[in-house]
């Protein structure tokens, strides 16, 4: 491929493989000709360009990130694997360094590595429990407006459940997102008085128009079943917003009758699902021997039960998580990584022909960003790999990809790690 140097005039991208559900068509993959000009894809023919059969997607959205935890792992690393482990670990990092100038330095970081990955749009969780919601929340909007034009940013507030009751801090936080433009989140955890608190997140969205964003059941225990919960709250008020919920992973553990009804409830209420399945597969299932000693083998994959759940019709869609902290210490905030571990974990190879779009249109769609497109109209934000079928995709990272914002090929060049050094530095 010689697309280095694409020139300023109309071009013609002749004998690009695209998968077909991406233009639109039954089917697998497809051979086209994309014709570009003005930072646009057209319908008119320009200079002839031949990708001999390269793979060609829209650029990614991720729509499940961290990118306020992001890279802390060299200074907070998670000393035995578990989500316990993480959860504490981060807690005492946050409470320890993350000022504004830490969390800035961070957050550019993962999204100059997720831009030159070909990614343009992300949503992030932010740690919100006070004082830090003061700080990371003024931050975002900040760079929001930096990023634009390169990377459409959203954010949600990451708290607990047991912050969400009327006239807790959860009023207060709701004020702060519904000023930011963001999406009112929540982690889910099993309680007698949970519908009542659900009740009182969903008035507080309704109330100020807010869509809302879940982290639930990220546990092997087959007895937390929250997501069952939110889906009843959901069908009981009515509300029309959007509803996220990341993880469900104890879903995958349960009685599979009782999996069903949930499921079938979830797709009744119209949520929309986002697995994980680095994070989890690296989280879920870890742990010591029944005798407390050694390391026992995992014996489950940790995700939830995307396949069923994309029958029933809800939209299914995967996500990077966390990046280089005590929640994952690996990542990079690269959607084709996440496309392709998830095929392998989850076994979307030898199934329906439409997953790429769980990478693509169909986080979109949960959170509302513009829709990625290689129609005529659609901007010309393009990922170009060597590969040419989908194993010679996943046979290798795709590391020598081309990446095109509007028409233009960008400098994919990463930033090195040695950057954040100095803020890896402990007393």
């Not at 007895?223 to 009515?238: F, S, Y």
Request: hydrophobic residues 40%; glycine residues 8%.
């Amino acid at each position: 491929m010689h697309l280095q140097d694409l020139p300023d005039g109309p071009v013609t991208l002749a004998n690009a493989c695209v998968p077909a559900c991406l233009m639109g068509q039954a089917g697998d993959l497809l051979r086209t000709d994309l014709h570009l000009a003005d930072g646009r894809i057209t319908d008119k023919p320009g200079q002839r360009i031949d990708l001999k059969g390269a793979m060609v997607f829209p650029c990614f959205v991720d729509m499940h990130t961290h990118l306020d935890k992001g890279h802390i792992w060299p200074r907070a690393s998670n000393p035995d694997g578990t989500f316990m482990g993480a959860l504490t670990t981060v807690g005492e990092d946050r409470a320890a360094h993350w000022s504004a100038k830490d969390v800035r330095r961070r957050m550019e970081f993962a999204l100059r590595c997720a831009y030159a990955h070909g990614t343009k749009a992300i949503r992030t969780h932010l740690d919100s429990i006070p004082p830090q919601d003061r700080i990371s929340w003024p931050l975002f909007r900040e760079l929001r407006e930096t990023w634009r034009g390169r990377i459409d940013l959203q954010a949600v507030n990451l708290v607990h459940a047991g912050l969400c009751e009327p006239g807790g801090d959860i009023d207060a936080i709701a004020d702060i997102v519904a000023a930011s433009g963001g999406v009112l989140g929540l982690v889910t955890n099993p309680s007698w008085d949970l519908p009542d608190r659900l009740r009182h997140f969903f008035s507080l969205c309704e109330a100020k128009g807010l869509d809302a964003d879940f982290h639930v059941d990220e546990t092997s225990d087959p007895g937390t079943a929250t997501l069952r919960e939110i889906a009843q709250v959901v069908l009981e008020t009515g509300f029309q917003g959007k509803v996220v919920v990341g993880h469900c992973t104890s879903l995958a553990v349960q009685d599979p009758a009782e999996a069903n009804r949930t499921m079938d409830l979830v797709a009744r209420a119209g949520l929309h699902v986002v697995s994980l399945p680095m994070c989890n597969l690296y989280l879920q299932d870890r742990g010591l021997t029944d005798k407390g000693m050694g390391h026992r083998t995992p014996r489950w994959r940790g995700i939830t039960l995307v396949h069923e759940l994309k029958d029933r019709g809800v939209n299914v869609s995967f996500a990077s998580d966390n990046t280089r902290d005590p929640f994952y210490a690996y990542g990079d905030l690269d959607m084709i990584e996440v496309l392709r571990e998830a095929t392998r974990i989850g076994h979307l190879d030898h199934s329906d022909e439409d997953w790429s779009r769980a990478f693509t249109l169909n986080p979109a769609k949960a959170c509302g960003f513009d829709a990625p497109s290689l129609a005529p109209g659609a901007p010309a934000d393009l990922v170009i790999c060597r590969a040419r079928s989908w194993t010679e995709l996943f046979a290798r990272p795709q590391s020598d990809r081309i990446v095109v914002r509007q028409g233009r090929v960008i400098d994919r060049t990463l930033p090195d790690y040695s950057e954040l050094d100095d803020l890896m530095e402990t007393p």
